[in-house]
T-cell receptor
Framework: EAGVAQSPRYKIIEKRQSVAFWCNPI?????LYWYQQILGQGPKLLIQ????????DSQLPKDRFSAERLKGVDSTLKIQPAKLEDSAVYLC??????????????FGPGTRLTVT | GDSVTQMEGPVTLSEEACLTI???????????LFWYVQYPGEGLQLLLK?????DKGSNKGFEATYRKETTSFHLEKGSVQVSDSAVYFC??????????FGAGTTVTVRA
């Protein structure tokens, strides 16, 4: 079974530029998560989708970050405009569902963003 | 809110040495506890988990026991290999099934 795919793997941009990350979850997984992992810290949840609806976006900085999951499969996370403090690894994860026995999350390799 | 505190690294060991990574948690409910591992260049992988007090999770020679009285979930392995070099994350999931991670501990095993 194919795992969670993410692209690009690395991105370097200047502050105030925009950037987008793409995630393709495991086939059949209804729930998709985006995490931000700053160097030296554990991943922090940014947004959680169930199919194409948002379950939780309480930690998403909505003035500059946006995410969508059209058709309940692939997802994109966008930052516009980027700030220096956005430098981090952005992880995508998916799970069969978001509660009960099916909530084990499978993670992609991440996108490392450097903002200069 | 829920939080996880784990032993700071980095940790450097020789092959066949014993490894212990301490993890303590704070939660309002009765959380499930996890250890995730991140090998170089790869995504996070679930290593083991425990869903209730006194449960022991085990996988690949690693073990961790859910201790409610000490709010701990320490990761142990009796004899490490070079291939165990990775970053290890302790995490918890409370009633809302959301994961809260510790800061991670980098482990390097030397031949």
């Amino acid at each position: 079974e194919a795992g969670v795919a993410q692209s690009p793997r690395y991105k370097i941009i200047e502050k105030r530029q925009s950037v987008a990350f793409w995630c393709n979850p495991i086939s059949g997984h209804a729930t998709l998560y985006w995490y931000q992992q700053i160097l030296g810290q554990g991943p922090k949840l940014l947004i959680q989708f169930q199919n194409n609806g948002v379950v939780d976006d309480s930690q998403l900085p909505k003035d500059r970050f946006s995410a969508e999951r059209l058709k309940g499969v692939d997802s994109t996370l966008k930052i516009q405009p980027a700030k220096l403090e956005d430098s981090a690894v952005y992880l995508c994860a998916s799970s069969l569902s978001w509660d009960g026995a099916s909530y084990e999350q499978y993670f992609g390799p991440g996108t490392r963003l450097t903002v200069t | 809110g829920d939080s996880v505190t784990q032993m700071e690294g980095p940790v450097t060991l020789s092959e066949e040495a014993c490894l212990t990574i301490n993890c303590t948690y704070t939660a309002t409910g009765y959380p499930s506890l996890f250890w995730y591992v991140q090998y170089p260049g790869e995504g996070l992988q679930l290593l083991l988990k425990a869903t209730k007090a006194d449960d022991k999770g085990s996988n690949k020679g690693f073990e961790a026991t859910y201790r409610k009285e000490t709010t701990s979930f320490h990761l142990e392995k009796g004899s490490v290999q070079v291939s165990d070099s990775a970053v290890y994350f302790c995490a918890l999931s409370d009633d809302d099934y959301k994961l809260s991670f510790g800061a991670g501990t980098t482990v390097t095993v030397r031949a």
